[in-house]
């Protein structure tokens, strides 16, 4: 199975902050790689699929990028309502998602 | 608006057996893969099983390969997972989801519990 690992595990950034969460991979995963994000208590939800296309109504503070076995979510300007959970997902084989990064407001 | 309704969540013993359903609505349910993923309470998230669209191919992780059966209803729109000799490492939320780009829409979770 390719393992994803995430980092930072916890992030604590202000409102209006620029942030970066990253992912790596095991092997390459041909930029099949999503974002999700879940809020305390609900189900995850779809943010970009395939390293870099926003999922529909996803605002466009959010992107991604990468290649190989190293991927980027970036949150250009934090907002209140970013707190959550970020997940990674690689779908070049059978899916495997990251551990998780926790983001707080500092 | 896609809404995905899990329902059939209880408390069960190990070694028994429990089915899950997921009713589909907002959306063309018989174009889309579906597929169920799972979260153990305070854990990450688990790809569980796969299925195509007209339910002739199925896919499944290892540790519950031989003992979890995903199936779909396309003329009810209701996807299934049948989990049988349930064991106490199953206990988890299960989401129902489309598999198109991702993982794209996800239901509110179902909780099975496995314990005697």
């Known amino acids: 199975d390719i393992q994803m690992t995430q980092s930072p595990s916890f992030l604590s950034a202000s409102v209006g902050e620029r942030v970066t969460l990253s992912c790596k991979a095991s092997?390459?995963?041909?930029?099949?790689l999503d974002w999700y994000q879940q809020k305390l208590g609900e189900a995850p939800k779809l943010l970009i699929y395939n390293t870099n296309n926003l999922h529909t109504g996803i605002p466009s503070r959010f992107s991604g990028s990468g290649s190989g076995t190293d991927y980027t979510l970036t949150i250009s300007s934090l907002q209140p309502e970013d707190v959550a959970t970020y997940f990674c997902l690689q779908r070049n084989s059978w899916p495997t998602f990251g551990a998780g990064t926790k983001l707080e407001l500092k | 608006e896609v809404q995905l309704v899990e329902s059939g969540g209880v408390l069960v013993q190990p070694g028994r057996s429990m089915k899950l359903s997921c009713a589909a609505s907002g959306f063309t349910f018989s174009s889309f893969p579906m597929a169920w993923v799972r979260q153990a309470p305070t854990k990450g998230l688990e790809w569980v099983a796969t299925?195509?669209?007209?339910?002739?191919?199925?896919y499944y992780r290892d540790s519950v390969k031989g003992r979890f059966t995903i199936s779909r209803d396309n003329a009810k729109s209701t996807l299934y997972l049948q989990m049988d000799s349930l064991r106490s490492e199953d206990t988890a939320t299960y989401y129902c989801?489309?598999?198109?780009?991702?993982?794209?829409?996800w239901g509110q979770g179902v909780m099975v519990t496995v314990s005697s």
């Open positions: 092997q390459n995963i041909n930029k099949y």
């Open positions: 989801t489309t598999y198109s780009s991702g993982f794209d829409y």
């Open positions: 299925i195509s669209t007209s339910g002739g191919s199925t």
